[in-house]
């Protein structure tokens, strides 16, 4: 079965962030360039859904971006949960299909994972929230992540910067998130 302990942890704190963000911060730019905080949730919830339809082999919505969210602290809790259980129950090299096609179980683990920790960080840094992800949790991202990132997914309009240097006594939030293309200061 699919380790599932670490992605439930970053799931429960990112989706407290996103409970945190105030109706006023919506326009506020984050870490990650093209989204504003509004544009940000919207993306974290609409495949949060996506993730968890994958692990539960249900059908995919055409746009993954054109979904509607109504309540996107509800909807991400109830769509984490629904992706822990189904990934849960599935083997590692299980096939899963995400919007652009189909990987094993365990890589979408690690997608999500990675995903999940690096947009939770923006989204917190952008609305002057705590970041509480451990290190721990992102050296399991850095690694999850580090045979699924390959270059052509990193620059400008892709969904990684380039990886940003930290220092070798970086912690491993700071080493994940150069990793992941963001500046952790």
Known sequence: MTDTTTLES????????????RP????????????????????????VKVFANA?????????????????ASAEFERAAAKAVA?????????????SSGSMPAAASVA????????????LARATGQPVEY??????AARIGLTPLLS??????????????????DASGLDRFLGFAGRSPR
């Open 151 to 168: 270059p052509e997914y990193r620059g400008p309009g892709m969904p990684f910067g380039h990886i940003v240097e930290v220092p070798d």
């Open 55 to 71: 692990g539960a082999g249900d059908p995919q919505p055409k746009d993954p971006e054109g979904q509607t969210i109504d309540n």
């Open 111 to 122: 997608m999500m994972t990675g995903e999940y920790l690096a947009h939770g960080w923006d």
């Open 10 to 21: 970053v799931l429960r704190k990112t989706g407290a962030i996103v409970a945190g963000v």
């Open 24 to 47: 006023d911060q919506g326009q506020l730019r984050t870490p990650c360039e093209d989204y504003s905080v509004d544009q940000l949730v919207h993306h974290i919830v609409s495949w």
């Open 86 to 98: 189904g990934y849960a129950k599935l083997d590692d090299d299980a096939p899963v299909t995400l």
């Open 134 to 139: 451990t290190d721990a949790e992102a050296e």
